[in-house]
Protein backbone atom coordinates (compact mmCIF):
# COMPACT_ATOMS: atom_id res chain seq x y z
CA UNK A 1 0.00 0.00 0.00
CA UNK A 2 1.14 3.53 -0.69
CA UNK A 3 0.45 4.98 2.58
CA UNK A 4 2.24 2.26 4.33
CA UNK A 5 5.25 2.66 2.14
CA UNK A 6 4.68 6.66 2.95
CA UNK A 7 4.70 6.03 6.42
CA UNK A 8 7.63 3.56 6.60
CA UNK A 9 9.74 6.60 4.66
CA UNK A 10 8.59 8.94 7.27
CA UNK A 11 9.47 6.38 10.30
CA UNK A 12 13.06 6.14 8.91
CA UNK A 13 13.63 9.75 8.29
CA UNK A 14 12.06 11.20 11.85
CA UNK A 15 14.18 8.95 13.35
CA UNK A 16 17.23 9.72 12.02
CA UNK A 17 16.54 13.17 12.25
CA UNK A 18 15.65 13.24 16.18
CA UNK A 19 18.75 11.55 16.75
CA UNK A 20 20.88 12.94 14.42
CA UNK A 21 19.68 16.72 14.14
CA UNK A 22 18.48 17.58 17.79
CA UNK A 23 20.16 18.75 20.28
CA UNK A 24 20.69 15.59 23.56
CA UNK A 25 18.43 17.20 25.91
CA UNK A 26 15.26 16.43 23.18
CA UNK A 27 16.32 12.84 22.40
CA UNK A 28 13.72 12.24 25.42
CA UNK A 29 11.44 15.06 24.88
CA UNK A 30 9.99 15.99 22.12
CA UNK A 31 12.48 13.49 20.05
CA UNK A 32 10.70 10.65 21.62
CA UNK A 33 7.39 11.77 21.35
CA UNK A 34 7.97 12.23 17.38
CA UNK A 35 9.32 9.21 16.71
CA UNK A 36 6.65 7.21 19.29
CA UNK A 37 3.42 9.41 16.65
CA UNK A 38 4.85 8.43 14.15
CA UNK A 39 5.90 4.70 14.34
CA UNK A 40 1.99 4.73 15.20
CA UNK A 41 0.61 6.41 11.76
CA UNK A 42 2.39 3.23 10.57
CA UNK A 43 1.31 0.80 13.11
CA UNK A 44 -2.19 1.52 12.84
CA UNK A 45 -2.45 1.01 9.37
CA UNK A 46 -0.79 -2.48 9.59
CA UNK A 47 -3.74 -2.99 11.88
CA UNK A 48 -6.27 -1.63 9.98
CA UNK A 49 -5.27 -3.65 7.11
CA UNK A 50 -5.22 -6.60 9.10
CA UNK A 51 -8.85 -5.95 9.63
CA UNK A 52 -9.41 -5.16 6.45
CA UNK A 53 -12.61 -7.47 6.34
CA UNK A 54 -14.16 -5.81 9.08
CA UNK A 55 -14.82 -2.23 7.23
CA UNK A 56 -15.76 0.21 10.41
CA UNK A 57 -12.58 -1.02 11.81
CA UNK A 58 -10.16 -0.74 8.75
CA UNK A 59 -11.75 2.72 9.06
CA UNK A 60 -10.88 2.98 12.61
CA UNK A 61 -7.17 1.87 12.44
CA UNK A 62 -7.15 4.54 9.78
CA UNK A 63 -8.21 7.23 11.67
CA UNK A 64 -6.20 6.84 14.26
CA UNK A 65 -3.04 6.85 11.57
CA UNK A 66 -4.47 10.18 9.98
CA UNK A 67 -4.48 11.66 13.60
CA UNK A 68 -0.72 10.09 14.70
CA UNK A 69 -0.05 11.92 11.63
CA UNK A 70 -1.69 15.39 12.55
CA UNK A 71 0.15 14.51 15.92
CA UNK A 72 3.60 14.17 14.07
CA UNK A 73 3.40 17.48 12.18
CA UNK A 74 2.38 19.01 15.56
CA UNK A 75 5.61 17.56 17.29
CA UNK A 76 7.80 18.64 13.73
CA UNK A 77 6.17 22.42 13.89
CA UNK A 78 6.94 22.60 17.77
CA UNK A 79 10.34 21.60 17.27
CA UNK A 80 11.29 24.07 14.61
CA UNK A 81 9.53 26.51 16.13
CA UNK A 82 11.37 26.23 19.19
CA UNK A 83 14.90 26.25 17.73
CA UNK A 84 15.88 22.36 18.91
CA UNK A 85 15.02 21.33 14.54
CA UNK A 86 17.27 24.38 12.86
CA UNK A 87 17.82 22.61 9.55
CA UNK A 88 15.02 24.19 7.21
CA UNK A 89 15.46 22.42 4.33
CA UNK A 90 15.02 19.26 6.45
CA UNK A 91 12.38 20.82 8.00
CA UNK A 92 10.29 21.59 4.89
CA UNK A 93 10.92 18.28 3.42
CA UNK A 94 9.38 16.27 6.31
CA UNK A 95 6.35 18.35 6.73
CA UNK A 96 5.83 18.06 2.80
CA UNK A 97 6.42 14.78 3.39
CA UNK A 98 3.53 14.27 5.99
CA UNK A 99 1.04 16.78 4.72
CA UNK A 100 1.15 14.67 1.52
CA UNK A 101 0.90 11.03 3.44
CA UNK A 102 -2.37 12.99 5.22
CA UNK A 103 -4.03 13.45 2.18
CA UNK A 104 -3.37 9.96 1.17
CA UNK A 105 -4.00 8.35 3.90
CA UNK A 106 -7.85 10.70 4.07
CA UNK A 107 -8.25 9.96 0.46
CA UNK A 108 -7.85 6.22 1.35
CA UNK A 109 -10.68 6.58 4.04
CA UNK A 110 -12.77 7.63 1.83
CA UNK A 111 -12.15 5.15 -0.85
CA UNK A 112 -12.68 2.65 2.17
CA UNK A 113 -16.08 4.14 2.98
CA UNK A 114 -17.19 4.08 -0.30
CA UNK A 115 -16.10 0.02 -1.19
CA UNK A 116 -18.75 -2.51 -1.15
CA UNK A 117 -16.65 -4.90 1.71
CA UNK A 118 -19.30 -7.09 3.84
CA UNK A 119 -19.49 -6.41 7.10
CA UNK A 120 -18.90 -8.88 9.87
Known amino acids: MEIWQLARQAVITIHEMSLQELPKFELYEEGCQIRRS???????IVEGYG?????????HFLV??????DETIDHLETLYETGSLKNLKLY????KHLELLGKK????????????ISER
Request: no cysteine; hydrophobic share 30%; charged share 25%.
Open 64 to 69: YALSSN
Open 51 to 59: RRYYKQKFI
Open 38 to 44: IKSVKSN
Open 92 to 95: ESLH
Open 105 to 116: INLFIQSVKNEH
